[in-house]
């Protein structure tokens, strides 16, 4: 398997004297992955002697091996040598994690020394470890012993086999003792418009992140910026600094012991603070400049200017930009930057960068929102008119509205509304898709298209939000587990075929797995065990679906590719809801469940297959909803296989994230299919092999459209659109999710942190700089005479020293540490090259 037999006997040793609940190493036991497969599985999942009682000459440990205040990198490695006094380990890290080491000396010999509060043993070095652990742990709620025999073996083997991989909060909690909780997907109810409100929200979300969960919160119920506070006799802050305040959570929280929180904040299209919130995340000093002098609307300029402030040059930093100027070898670009610097005196920073930092943000459109837009009509930004009401109206404010949370229904119930502002639905339309498309935020939620399709109206219940990812739709308190069926057990590599029984087979017993999951894990919070407990909410996605595709020799986002997802995803659909039903006849359905007639008529239940929803009504059905789709991002990368339901973004790329910073990482599948089809070379790989940026916007939208039909909550997706997409276009690109039933989406332009195209109109919409595309997309363009000329200065310059040194402060953002990438001299900032092909 790729360890010493000593290590092995000893670590065994530990586990039985020290860790008796978890399982010794087998002989059978084999899986141990490699490169940052390897290193999430230890990091994430294995467990850990975390007091290093059993710490030992020739362990495995896991180690900081580059220091980084955001991603330190992390190494695997054996321990040579133990210092008890000074708490410090010699180490030999392994070869493939040497090439991250810094230190010269440490990078040719692999040997380091680390401090204990560096140092993490795991306890479980092989994946069947943990597949022993959590399908033993998730067969506890079955009736008897001889079921929970049964079911350990089959869970275990299933998970074994990596048929089905559990979500990263199940593989490190099942069966070890700790109080994190097993749900990764969490949604609280519309905030308490009060600060007694605000304070219990903020207690909640601390205990859910502290505890392993991701949180998603709505504040369209705070009342907006300087609407009276009459009991302290003041104005509100406004809604979007109170969620900042909910936001900053999660920089505070260390999330279940191994990783940050993380959170999703929404707010309505309708609420008056809704301009502030778009424009609150824009942290590109171009883009919202842009947006302070263009913007036909006053507000939005206003927003934008007081997001930034002027630093003026200070003489240092004159001279330097007046000899950059001055010198003939200084690029185009640099040039450019220092020229307009100068003339303007200083440079533009965003105030308060970190503001919303903590939070995914999403826009809740209504279906009244986007026919609004659709007839270029009028929109209404409004709120109950709180300082109008009578005493019985405030408190049914008070003790009703959070309750509901949505204006049109308390207008409804007949309580009085102020109207703010009443905009141009398109002028809105085109802000958020503005900030959308340069800074990737805010998302957008069609709470209104969630509200259709969710199985809770059954129930009573409505969709308040979502959890941080997107794919769970969820009411107040709700909570939802997660697994992913890998796709890519479940094709004949060598004809292709596609292993439906198979896949059902894997399918039910996950159903079981997921249901048992909700008696396993610990609660904290009365309401989510309650609600957890009323609806038995699974969430059973996928992960691999590109890696089928390309055995299957079909193009991700062609419609032949569409036809196969449509019958995976119904094979998917009905064996989850049989299971459930089947489930049902034995223990129970859920206990919200009280009218079959009504669960079999929402929505999504409607396109069900007939048979399966006759069975629903005569025999119940065990869990409310039970499909979703994941980014699965970790347990997926510790698989080896394409995410969720992403195309691969490259079949060879780089990850940053708690592992350390650009992590090189190649798809397996290539060497695989180079292996059963020796007629190709990675040069000639045939047309199936397509990589996320190589598809349309288009094909990813309908590709989430086309798995959504089969879906019951949602789907985490990212349509990835290429340098230079319009406004426009992503506008369109969300337009055509909204039709075609998607309840969210995210347009993610390439580049679109550090883009400089800032129009909306079609004849600036091409205005890229044209060298921009040439470098991007490797292809001859039409030139613009300007374009000619920085080519010339490009070309001119290539070889030539600026006088930047590696360590030195960048001299055009000042800001940036100058290092080396790929043969110049780079600022790891403002990515300027200042010294290249030496």
């Known amino acids: 398997m790729g360890y010493r037999k000593e290590t092995i006997v000893k670590l065994n040793?530990?586990?039985?004297?020290?860790?008796?609940?978890?399982?010794?190493?087998?002989?059978?036991?084999?899986?141990?992955?490699?490169?940052?497969?390897?290193?999430?599985?230890?990091?994430?999942?294995?467990?850990?002697?975390?007091?290093?009682?059993?710490?030992?000459?020739g362990d495995i440990v896991l180690t900081v091996i580059k220091e980084d205040p955001k991603y330190p990198a992390r190494g695997v490695g054996v321990v040579k040598a133990i210092d008890w006094e000074k708490e410090s380990v010699?180490?030999?890290?392994?070869?493939?994690?040497?090439?991250?080491?810094?230190?010269?000396?440490?990078?040719?010999?692999?040997?380091?020394?680390?401090?204990?509060?560096?140092?993490?043993?795991?306890?479980?070095?092989?994946?069947?470890?943990?597949?022993?652990?959590?399908?033993?742990?998730?067969?506890?709620?079955?009736?008897?012993?001889?079921?929970?025999?049964?079911?350990?073996?089959?869970?275990?083997?299933?998970?074994?086999?990596?048929?089905?991989?559990?979500?990263?909060?199940?593989?490190?909690?099942?069966?070890?003792?700790?109080?994190?909780t097993y749900f990764n997907c969490f949604v609280m109810p519309f905030v308490e418009d009060s600060r007694g409100g605000i304070a219990e929200h903020r207690k909640e979300v601390m205990e859910i992140m502290s505890r392993g969960g991701g949180v998603g919160t709505n504040g369209s119920t705070l009342r907006p910026k300087h609407a009276p506070a009459k009991g302290v006799g003041g104005r509100s802050s406004g809604a979007v600094s109170w969620l900042n305040d909910i936001a900053n959570l999660t920089n505070l929280v260390e999330q279940g012991g191994s990783r940050r929180g993380a959170q999703m904040i929404m707010l309505a299209d309708?609420?008056?603070?809704?301009?502030?919130?778009?424009?609150?995340?824009?942290?590109?000093?171009?883009?919202?400049?842009?947006?302070?002098?263009?913007?036909?609307?006053?507000?939005?300029?206003?927003?934008?200017?007081?997001?930034?402030?002027?630093?003026?040059?200070?003489?240092?930093?004159?001279?330097?930009?007046?000899?950059?100027?001055?010198?003939?070898?200084?690029?185009?670009?640099?040039?450019?930057?220092?020229?307009?610097?100068?003339?303007?005196?200083?440079?533009?920073?965003?105030?308060?960068?970190?503001?919303?930092?903590?939070?995914?943000?999403?826009?809740?459109?209504?279906?009244?929102?986007?026919?609004?837009?659709?007839?270029?009509?009028?929109?209404?930004?409004?709120?109950?008119?709180?300082?109008?009401?009578?005493?019985?109206?405030?408190?049914?404010?008070?003790?009703?509205?959070?309750?509901?949370?949505?204006?049109?229904?308390?207008?409804?119930?007949?309580?009085?509304?102020?109207?703010?502002?009443?905009?141009?639905?398109?002028?809105?339309?085109?802000?958020?898709?503005?900030?959308?498309?340069?800074s990737a935020e805010p998302g957008i939620f069609f709470i209104d298209n969630a509200n259709k399709m969710t199985n809770a109206k059954a129930y009573g219940q409505k969709v308040v939000a979502t959890n941080p990812c997107g794919e769970q739709p969820l009411a107040p308190y709700s909570v939802c587990n997660l697994a992913a069926v890998n796709l890519a057990n479940f094709v004949d590599k060598k004809d292709g075929r596609i292993l439906f029984d198979e896949l059902a087979e894997t399918v039910a017993l996950t159903v079981r797995m997921q249901d048992n999951v909700i008696n396993s894990t610990p609660y904290f919070l009365k309401a989510n065990e309650d609600q957890?407990?009323?609806?038995?909410?699974?969430?059973?996605?996928?992960?691999?679906?590109?890696?089928?595709?390309?055995?299957?020799?079909?193009?991700?986002?062609?419609?032949?590719?569409?036809?196969?997802?449509?019958?995976?995803?119904?094979?998917?659909?009905?064996?989850?809801?049989?299971?459930?039903?089947?489930?049902?006849?034995?223990?129970?359905?859920?206990?919200?469940?009280?009218?079959?007639?009504?669960?079999?008529?929402?929505?999504?239940?409607?396109?069900?297959?007939?048979?399966?929803?006759?069975?629903?009504?005569?025999?119940?059905?065990?869990?409310?909803?039970?499909?979703?789709?994941?980014?699965?991002?970790?347990?997926?990368?510790?698989?080896?296989?394409?995410?969720?339901?992403?195309?691969?973004?490259?079949?060879s790329y780089f990850r940053s994230g708690r592992l350390g910073k650009f992590i090189e990482v190649n798809a397996a599948i290539v060497d695989q299919w180079l292996a059963l089809n020796p007629g190709y070379t990675r040069d000639t790989l045939p047309e199936f092999f397509v990589s996320a940026m190589e598809l349309t916007p288009e094909e990813h939208a309908d590709t989430q459209c086309a798995i959504q039909r089969w879906i019951d909550s949602s789907i985490s997706k990212t349509v990835n659109a290429p340098r230079g997409f319009s406004v426009r276009q992503v506008q369109h690109i969300y337009e055509r999710l909204y039709a075609g039933g998607a309840k969210g989406g995210t347009v993610y332009v390439d580049g679109?942190?550090?883009?400089?195209?800032?129009?909306?109109?079609?004849?600036?919409?091409?205005?890229?700089?044209?060298?921009?595309?040439?470098?991007?997309?490797?292809?001859?363009?039409?030139?613009?005479?300007?374009?000619?000329?920085?080519?010339?200065?490009?070309?001119?310059r290539q070889d030539r020293n600026i006088g930047v040194e590696v360590g030195d402060i960048c001299p055009i953002c000042l800001e940036g540490i100058v290092e080396e990438i790929g043969g110049c001299n780079t600022c790891t900032n403002c990515n300027a090259q200042l010294k290249c092909g030496l």
């Open 532 to 651: 957890a407990l009323g609806e038995r909410r699974v969430g059973l996605g996928v992960m691999g679906l590109h890696d089928m595709l390309i055995w299957n020799r079909k193009r991700y986002g062609s419609p032949e590719a569409l036809d196969t997802i449509d019958q995976v995803f119904h094979c998917i659909a009905r064996a989850a809801y049989q299971t459930s039903v089947e489930l049902a006849k034995e223990k129970g359905s859920f206990p919200f469940f009280t009218s079959g007639e009504a669960f079999i008529n929402t929505g999504y239940m409607k396109q069900m297959d007939e048979d399966i929803r006759q069975d629903v009504l005569k025999y119940g059905i065990r869990n409310s909803h039970l499909l979703t789709i994941a980014p699965t991002g970790s347990t997926g990368t510790m698989v080896g296989v394409s995410t969720g339901l992403e195309p691969y973004f490259s079949f």
């Open 752 to 796: 679109s942190r550090d883009s400089q195209v800032l129009t909306l109109s079609n004849e600036e919409e091409n205005s890229w700089d044209q060298m921009d595309i040439e470098r991007d997309f490797g292809v001859p363009v039409k030139k613009t005479q300007e374009a000619e000329k920085k080519t010339d200065l490009r070309a001119d």
């Open 90 to 180: 010699t180490i030999e890290i392994e070869e493939e994690f040497r090439g991250t080491l810094e230190d010269e000396q440490e990078s040719i010999t692999g040997i380091i020394r680390r401090p204990f509060a560096e140092i993490d043993k795991p306890m479980e070095i092989c994946y069947e470890q943990i597949a022993r652990r959590v399908g033993t742990a998730l067969a506890e709620p079955e009736t008897d012993v001889a079921q929970r025999k049964k079911y350990a073996g089959l869970f275990t083997e299933q998970l074994k086999k990596l048929n089905v991989i559990p979500a990263g909060r199940v593989l490190f909690g099942a069966g070890s003792g700790t109080q994190v």
């Open 270 to 438: 309708w609420h008056p603070d809704i301009i502030e919130f778009i424009i609150s995340k824009m942290q590109n000093p171009r883009v919202l400049k842009w947006l302070s002098e263009n913007n036909k609307d006053e507000q939005v300029r206003e927003l934008a200017q007081r997001k930034l402030k002027f630093i003026p040059l200070s003489r240092l930093e004159r001279q330097m930009l007046e000899t950059l100027i001055e010198n003939k070898n200084t690029p185009a670009d640099v040039l450019d930057y220092a020229q307009q610097t100068l003339l303007e005196g200083g440079r533009l920073e965003v105030v308060n960068p970190e503001f919303l930092s903590g939070a995914n943000i999403s826009v809740t459109l209504t279906d009244e929102f986007m026919e609004a837009v659709e007839r270029d009509g009028t929109f209404d930004l409004r709120f109950p008119d709180i300082a109008n009401y009578t005493p019985q109206q405030k408190e049914a404010y008070d003790t009703h509205w959070h309750k509901i949370g949505d204006v049109r229904e308390w207008e409804a119930l007949g309580y009085p509304i102020k109207i703010y502002r009443t905009i141009r639905a398109r002028d809105l339309w085109d802000l958020i898709c503005f900030c959308a498309t340069y």
């Open 13 to 57: 040793q530990d586990i039985r004297e020290f860790f008796p609940y978890l399982t010794e190493i087998q002989p059978e036991d084999h899986t141990i992955h490699a490169g940052v497969s390897r290193l999430v599985m230890l990091d994430r999942y294995a467990q850990k002697d975390r007091e290093l009682r059993t710490l030992g000459i």
